[in-house]
């Protein structure tokens, strides 16, 4: 059976940092491309960013290029989005989402991801 959980969700202010994990049983870690993706009530989900999955490529939306940064620890089968100068306009629910992949590259289409999680709720007060 497949679960993905993501954690470290919160509330903070502007210019704070959070630091996403996400976490995967039943797939082979090493094996998926992942991504993180983040949705607004009334809005559709909009890729944050995703990672091959031996971290070679790496692709960032323009919204938070600089502020967040993705990584994963293969051997700890963990996904990672690092988010400092956090801002208002970056309160969203947070999925982690996988699929398998053994190419050198990631999806930005959440349309490419078979594996979700539930979700972690990140809210940024001015």
């Known amino acids: 059976q497949v679960h993905v959980m993501e954690s470290g969700g919160g509330s903070v202010q502007a210019g704070e940092s959070l630091k996403l994990s996400c976490t995967t049983s039943?797939?082979?870690?090493?094996?998926?491309?992942m991504a993180w993706f983040r949705q607004v009530p009334g809005k559709e989900r909009e890729v944050v960013s995703c990672?091959?999955?031996?971290?070679?490529?790496?692709r960032t939306a323009d919204s938070v290029l600089g502020r967040f940064t993705i990584s994963r620890d293969n051997a700890k089968n963990t996904l990672y989005l690092q988010m400092n100068s956090l801002k208002p306009e970056d309160t969203a629910m947070y999925y982690c989402a996988a699929v398998k992949n053994l190419g050198s590259f990631c999806y930005d289409s959440q349309y490419e991801y078979d594996y979700w999680g539930q979700g972690t709720q990140v809210t940024v007060s001015s």
């Open positions: 990672i091959s999955r031996s971290s070679t490529s790496t």
């Open positions: 039943g797939l082979t870690f090493d094996h998926l491309t």
